[in-house]
């Protein structure tokens, strides 16, 4: 018999009616973000060397947690951990678990949903400026409030399997968008006296950048953030249990993985080398309707990311609430904690959008937390 590591999550329990495919597209979803048309830039400071074997390195470290996480899920017989918070408690102990587990995974999973509303607030301002040059163009913070917008309906859905088709849509976006810029530049070919060699710039400067650069590996490769929650969602029997096809979906989703990074990353730097943009398809600028295409594709593949980073903050929230302040689960908590928390990140989002050190800011912060997830 199951039981449950919680007895409350959304109504009554997590919905395990998921198929091993669900896992894929979800682990797609979280994966694969716009982190990897960044992953050219990251190539521009580390070099040919350093740059693959960082990738490499981190696809089967992240692989190989991802297969850790999914044999913990059920580790103890008769007990599902469908958080990372209930394997901390187990892990830990009841009261030090918490402490260790929760504070980082809530700033990975709340600085991913961040990092998503500047990136589909900015894709979405170059789709219009590309699509409609004759519109009146509109500041970035426009963009990611219309951005915030769209969330405040899909934030309403309830659990992972409600927004299955939303991460489905963002999976095969990805896929596109990528598909899209590494066959550009490989259509576009090198640019004229291209250079492989290491930026010119101070050593501090240097340095900083080459940690930025670490973060970008690192930021892509995050999808065992939520591997757990997206194993609870998948059903268990001692005939079958919920790692087969869990890993099963996780495998799929690593070889879309590696067939979306590398090509990017490799033949993206091979066009530019060290005048790659820090977003690939931003210098790429014909043809105009696929670099436009692309971009909305971004802005979609996001939408559908978000969610499936916010999903088990949103759970967290939502616990706290009916235990300390007595609500009853329904659509009435998820009006009050979701919109909350969207309010909440949505302004923060604007405020960090208009830090010239963004992207370095969130490699330096990310890297740590990202490594300390894989041990």
């Known amino acids: 018999m199951e039981v449950q590591s919680d007895k409350i999550w959304m109504d009554n329990g997590p919905s395990r009616r998921a198929k091993w495919w669900y896992s894929t597209f979800h682990t797609v979803t979280a994966m694969i973000g716009a982190g990897v048309l960044s992953l050219p830039n990251a190539m521009a400071y580390l070099g040919w060397g350093p740059g693959i074997l960082m990738l490499l390195l981190s696809w089967c470290l992240t692989l190989n947690t991802m297969w850790q996480m999914i044999q913990l899920h059920e580790c103890v017989p008769g007990t599902r951990f469908d958080r990372y918070l209930d394997l901390g408690r187990h892990a830990f102990g009841p009261k030090l678990g918490p402490w260790i587990v929760l504070p980082q995974q809530l700033i990975v999973q709340v600085g991913c949903d961040i990092v998503y509303m500047v990136t589909g607030g900015k894709c979405l301002k170059k789709f219009m400026e590309i699509a409609c040059t004759d519109c009146t163009q509109l500041k970035q913070s426009y963009w990611i409030l219309i951005f915030g917008a769209i969330h405040f309906f899909l934030s309403q859905l309830p659990n992972f399997n409600s927004v299955a088709g939303v991460s489905l849509a963002a999976a095969v976006m990805s896929l596109s968008y990528s598909t899209i810029a590494w066959l550009a530049c490989l259509a576009r070919g090198r640019i004229e006296n291209v250079s492989y060699a290491y930026k010119r710039t101070s050593n501090t400067d240097l340095m900083f950048r080459v940690f930025n650069a670490l973060g970008q590996i690192s930021f892509a490769f995050a999808g065992h953030a939520v591997a757990l929650e997206i194993q609870a969602t998948i059903p ?8 087969i096809p869990m890993w099963h979906g996780a495998l799929g989703a690593y070889f879309i993985n ?7 990353a490799l033949i993206g730097y091979w066009a530019f080398g060290q005048a ?5 398809l931003m210098a790429l600028e014909k043809p105009a309707w696929l670099i436009a295409s692309a971009n909305l594709m971004v802005f979609i593949h996001v939408v559908g990311s978000y969610q499936v980073y916010a999903m088990p903050v949103f759970d967290l929230i ?3 609430m009916i235990r300390r302040l007595n609500f009853a ?5 998820r009006l009050v904690a979701r919109t909350a928390y969207l309010l909440h990140y949505l302004l923060g989002s604007l405020f960090l959008s208009l830090a010239i050190f963004w992207g370095s800011l969130v490699g330096l912060v990310l890297l740590p937390l990202h490594i300390s997830f894989l041990v």
């Open 318 to 320: 939502e616990r706290m």
């Open 236 to 243: 268990s029997t001692p005939e079958k249990p919920s790692r």
């Open 258 to 264: 590696a067939i979306c990074y590398f090509p990017v």
């Open 276 to 280: 790659v943009d820090d977003n690939v």
């Open 329 to 333: 689960p329904g659509l009435a908590l």
